[in-house]
C-alpha cells in the first residue's frame, strides 16, 4: 500500500480531531450538563432566563393584572431596587421584624441613650440566620445602656444601596455615630445592576441602582423601573439587559461560542473566577475598587456633613476569607486597610475577633456568622466607641 499523500494525512488528522470534539460536545452537553448548569452553577450567557424563571413572571404579571400592583409590590422598591417593609417577618431568621423606622428591631418608644448609633450595609449587618437580639446592633445597645441602635441593614446591599439607605431612612434619625458594613464580596455588588449577571446562581429578577465615577465625581446610575411589573416586562420582551448594560461592570461575559457546551463551561469557569472578590481587590485602579472606595467616602463625607460625629467602616470577613485570613493576611487586604486609613476612612477589621474567638467558638451558620460571633463584633466595636467617642469613655 503507498504512502497516505499530505494533504490526505491532514484530512484523515481534520476528521478525526472534529470527531473527537464532536464526542465531548456531546458528552459535556449529555453528562456534565444538567439543565443548563453546571456544577450547579448557570452556563454563560448568565443574564438568559430559564423556562422556570420566565413561568414565574408571567403568573407574577397575571397576579398584578388580576388584583393590582400591590399585590406584588412587597420587597421591591423602585428607589433602592429592594428594602425590608414595616411589620415583616424576613425570611432566613429566627424573627425578623421590621420597625416603622424601617431598621431591624420591635416597636420601642422614643430613646433616651445619649448616644445613637444606625448602622448600615448587607445581610451581615442585618443578621441573617440570627434572631433580632441576636446581631451585633441588639447586642451592643444591651452590652451598654448609653447607646441606642439603628439596624438599617438589608439582605444583598451593596455599599451603594447602604449609602443611599442612608440618605432616604437614616439621616432623619439623626445619628451621633454611623457604621457601615463592609463585607468583603460587596466590591463586586458595588458595581452590577442585574443582580443575575453577578450573581449567577439567583434564579429570579432582581435590579439595583448603582454609583460610577466621573472626573472623581460619584454619580448614581438610578434603577430604572418603577414598578416591578415593569422590571419583568422588560425582562419578559429582553430590553432588560439593554436597558442596563452602559453601566453594569458584568455584561463582558458572554461566550464567544454560544453553540458549543464546551466552550461555555470554559467561560463559566472564567467568568466565576474574575467575580471572586480576592481578585476584585488585588485591582486598586479597577472600576470595583475605585468605586467602593468612593461610595464609603462620600458616605462619611455626608453623614458628617448631617452630624454624625463618629463615621466607622467595619470589614466582615466571609467564612472563605476567615479560614484563609488563619495563614495570614493577604497582600489585598493589607493594601485595602492600609489604602482606607490613608484616605482618612476610619475602619475596624472584624476578621481580628473571629480569629482570635476561644477554641470551640462556632463561627459560622450556613452563610453567616453566629449569634456568638456577633457577641464578639459588638465587644469589639464597643471597644473602638469607648476610645473614640467622649460620651461613652470607659466608667
Known sequence: MGKRS????????????????????????????????????????????GDKTVARLEATLARAERDGEDAIRKGFDAELGWCNEFGE??????????????????????????????????????????????????????????????????????????????????????????????????????????????????????????????DGALELVPQPYATRSAMYRA???????????????????DPLVRWSPIARVMEQRSAMSRRYHEVLWSDPAGEPYQVTLAILEAFRDEARANGAEHVLVVVYPS??????????RPDWFTGLMADLEARGLDALDLSVPMLEAPEGTP??????????????FADSILGWLREQVPGLKQR
Open 6 to 49: 499530505p494533504l490526505r494525512r491532514t484530512i484523515v488528522t481534520l476528521v478525526a480531531v472534529l470527531v473527537t470534539w464532536g464526542i465531548a460536545e456531546v458528552i459535556t452537553a449529555t453528562v456534565l450538563i444538567e439543565d443548563g448548569r453546571y456544577r450547579d452553577i448557570p452556563l454563560p450567557p448568565f443574564g438568559e432566563l
Open 89 to 214: 417577618h424576613v425570611t432566613g431568621t429566627e424573627s425578623g421584624w421590621i420597625n416603622h423606622l424601617g431598621a431591624r428591631g420591635p416597636e420601642e418608644p422614643p430613646w433616651t441613650a445619649p448616644i445613637t448609633l444606625a448602622c448600615f450595609g448587607d445581610s451581615f449587618t442585618f443578621g441573617s440566620e440570627v434572631a433580632d437580639d441576636e446581631t451585633w446592633a441588639w447586642q451592643l445597645r444591651s452590652k451598654d445602656a448609653r447607646i441606642h441602635t439603628l439596624n438599617f441593614g438589608v439582605g444583598g446591599y451593596g455599599t451603594g444601596q447602604a449609602l443611599l439607605r442612608y440618605r432616604r431612612d437614616g439621616v432623619k434619625t439623626n445619628p451621633d455615630v454611623v457604621v457601615i458594613g463592609l463585607m468583603l464580596e460587596n466590591i463586586g455588588r458595588n458595581v452590577s445592576r442585574f443582580r443575575r449577571l453577578y450573581m449567577p446562581r439567583e434564579g429570579g429578577v432582581v435590579v439595583k441602582p448603582r454609583f460610577v465615577v466621573n
Open 235 to 253: 425582562a419578559l420582551v429582553g430590553s432588560l439587559q439593554s436597558d442596563l448594560a452602559s453601566h453594569d461592570y458584568w455584561t463582558g461575559d
Open 319 to 328: 467564612r472563605r476569607d476567615t479560614n484563609r485570613f488563619r495563614h495570614g
Open 363 to 376: 463561627l459560622f451558620l450556613k452563610h453567616h456568622p453566629t449569634a456568638e460571633m456577633h457577641g464578639l
